[in-house]
């Protein structure tokens, strides 16, 4: 049985490819680990050593978090990666009154170093590697995990890792930024140099694709944006007297991977393909800078509340993709969290999803299976070819950050969202158990994992409030000062500072204040129009509007 129309694409794939499609593909000769890199950043890939099995987990406490993260390390995870509450991310603390709804509930609440240290308390992190999805508070959390770590005898020099930092795309979809682009730019540039200086073996900068697709983007969208806001990080660190090579060597990429197989497979390859070019175009000459290094997260919009086992095969395939896409490491979605934060029971078959793809199927004894094939080349080839005309055109509108003050990269992804969102209304897009292949049957019945939200913020500000009585006061007042003056003078590593602000005890919320006082926070619009949806609707079901 077939739908009456083809579903739409951003890359429309053909019926059938032959060698004539890949005539003139310029890359479709090169090697593993050589310019320009399509084929992987490393010339061995999984041959030596399989992906990193990444999961994203945070939960309410830190001591909740901390059982997560051992229990997974002990199931098999090789790195750890940090879901922070939205009140943390948007630099609160747990007992304001204006985030009391929304303490503990997506991810895990963090408001001083002593948070921090019960969040990775009895985890080696001189051995493990710590991802932390941070960006607008990326200064006080990144200063509590430096200073948790230090005070448990680990030296900053010694720690592996990545911080988000990827303010702009905060701007275009997130929403958990606090301070406008301009200033915002400084933060993530400050904290780059200090990490490069202090902390050489922690990425500075983890530029962000999956959100863009999260939010409806589609492929060629995704990448252009992703390469886009990667572009600005690297001109403003190289304006400010880092080297390119230096700049893009601690720069890692972050990307979606949904279930149009064959696309994301080649949009990961075209990533490799497209930093390698802009990489070189910004003066960087080394293999390392040009060399596109990425972690992959199945998708979460996939996921559907009805059938909700379809989800684990809806990962397993998403999974395959990033795998024979490329990833040097990779988050499984468990099959409940359409619902609910996941299960024990979901986050385990999410690792061993991994544990599967690594161990009984043979898919790491290759190096990059789909190179020559006429079909990935060519579709390779296609989507760097798109993402380049996006690029040309957010350069003709003066760049980032002014397509982000003009509306136009919301408009352009808003209008993404309702393309996909009609074709599933109408059709087009099969969701199976949703909009076809439907049953009269009661969905499974999942447990959820409950969270006690006024537990948690009653807890954390009874920790917050013993910290403060137990601090230097004065020590706390002029350290804050300190930060603010930086941030009003431009002069000074703000992340140096902020470190110091930790370490006398100050809370996330209170760094976050001393900077609101120089830089208000950013408030975002929201321009939509009631008349984008009838037209999306009429042109992309009917093909017209007349």
Known sequence: ?????????????????????????????????????????????????????????????AADTNLAFRTALAEGAQGLSVAFDLPTQRGYDSDDPAVSADVGMTGVAVDTVEDMARLFECIPLERVSVSMTMNGAVLPVLGAFIVAADESGVHASQLRGTIQNDILKEFMVRNTGIFAPEPSLR??????????????????????GYHFQEAGADAVLELALTLANARTYVDTLVARGMHANDACERMSFFFGVGTDFYVEVAKLRAARLLWSEIAAQSGATSDKARALRMHCQTSGWSLTAQKPMNNVVRTTVEALAAVFGGTQSLHTNAYDEALALPCAESSRLARDTQLVLQHETGVCDVVDPWAGSYMM???????????????????????????????????????????????????????????????????????????DAAQTR????????????????????????ALQRAARDGEGNLLELTIECMRARATVGECTQALEAVWPRHTVDLPISARMYGVTWCFFIHGTCA
């Open 1 to 61: 049985m077939t739908t009456s129309r083809a579903r739409r694409r951003a890359v429309p794939l053909k019926r059938v490819y032959t060698r004539a499609d890949i005539e003139g593909v310029a890359h479709a000769d090169s090697m593993p680990g050589e310019a320009p890199f399509v084929r992987g950043p490393f010339a061995s890939m999984y041959t030596d050593k399989p992906w990193t099995i990444r999961q994203y987990a945070g939960y309410a406490q």
């Open 187 to 208: 933060i993530a540039a400050d904290v780059a140099a200090y990490l490069a200086q202090q902390m050489p073996r922690f990425n500075a900068l983890s530029v962000s």
């Open 377 to 451: 080349e060519s579709l390779t080839a296609d989507i760097a070819s798109r993402v380049r005309t996006v690029l040309d055109e957010i350069d003709a509108r003066g760049g980032v950050v002014e397509a982000i003050h003009s509306g136009w990269v919301r408009t352009r992804i808003h209008e993404a969202a309702l393309r996909v969102q009609a074709e599933i209304e109408s059709g087009q897009r099969v969701i199976v158990g949703v909009n076809r292949f439907t049953t009269d049957d009661a969905d499974e019945r999942l447990v959820s994992q409950a969270l």
């Open 458 to 481: 009653t807890l954390q500000a009874r920790r917050i409030a013993h910290v403060k009585r137990s601090r230097d006061a004065a020590r706390v007042r002029d350290t804050l000062a």
